[in-house]
């Protein structure tokens, strides 16, 4: 099963993304999640995409197909995937079709999470992360708080808040969603292949509505 998942920042994507990953075996590749690794570790690509992202701009469409390319053509995407944060505009939605296509490849699905702007806003704003062990919480969320506050509950390291989750990047994350990402969504309509989730509801609740869609 081939799965992309597209949504604004902070629908939860990832978080499902992990979950449907681990319980199916497939791979979970999260474009954000390779960038942010390229940039804590100083390599070419994160030199190159720091200063988009620490914006909430998009990074350059050929960087990011760079990428994916590689992933694919080594065979990095085993017998299932979960595309988590790519394709983000057309121009990488056309080249992955075709970089599916020359490995015979295909995708089942195109999942897209709904969530209103200013829920998403509050949302980001009570994100905190573990530089070390990179564990995501949310201090509004009960089930995703940290036991103690401001501290890791693995670690015990103090947490941050990431970046490109300061309010006024989230704001122009969302821009960028609505003027880049959104026109994907009329793209996989097209092919047919698009489910839209409801978003703003408990992650269990949206996991049973991914699964009732891919079983
Ligand atoms: P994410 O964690 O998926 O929200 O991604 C964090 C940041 O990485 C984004 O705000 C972009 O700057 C960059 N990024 C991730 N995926 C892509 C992509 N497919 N195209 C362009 N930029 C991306």
Same mark, same amino acid.
């Given at each position: 099963m081939n799965l992309i998942f597209l949504g604004p920042p902070g629908s939860g994507k990832g978080t499902q993304a992990l979950k449907l990953s681990q319980q199916e075996s497939l791979i979970h590749l999260s474009t954000g999640d390779v960038l942010r690794e390229a940039v804590k570790n100083e390599t070419e690509l994160g030199?190159? /995409?720091k200063e988009y992202m620490n914006a909430g701009n998009l990074v350059p469409d050929a960087l990011i197909v760079g990428l994916i390319q590689e992933k694919i053509k080594n065979g990095h995407l085993g017998n299932g995937f979960i595309l988590d944060g790519f394709p983000r505009t057309i121009?990488? /939605?056309? /080249?992955?079709?075709r970089m599916l296509e020359e490995q015979s490849l295909k995708l089942d699905f195109a999942i897209c999470f709904h969530?209103?702007?200013d829920k998403i806003v509050k949302r980001m704003a009570g994100?905190?992360?573990c530089p070390v062990c990179q564990t995501?919480?949310?201090i509004y969320v009960e089930d995703a708080k940290p036991k103690n506050d401001g501290k890791c509950d693995k670690d015990n390291e103090d947490l941050i808040i990431r970046s490109d989750d300061l309010e006024d990047v989230v704001r122009n994350r969302l821009v960028v969603y609505h003027k880049q990402t959104k026109p994907i969504v009329e793209?996989?309509?097209?092919e047919s292949i698009l489910v839209e989730i409801d978003a703003d509801r408990a992650p269990e609740e949206v996991f049973n509505s991914i699964l009732e869609t891919v079983k």
């Open positions: 030199k190159k /995409a121009p990488q /939605a056309e /080249a992955l079709k969530v209103e702007d994100r905190r992360f995501t919480y949310n793209f996989y309509r097209n």
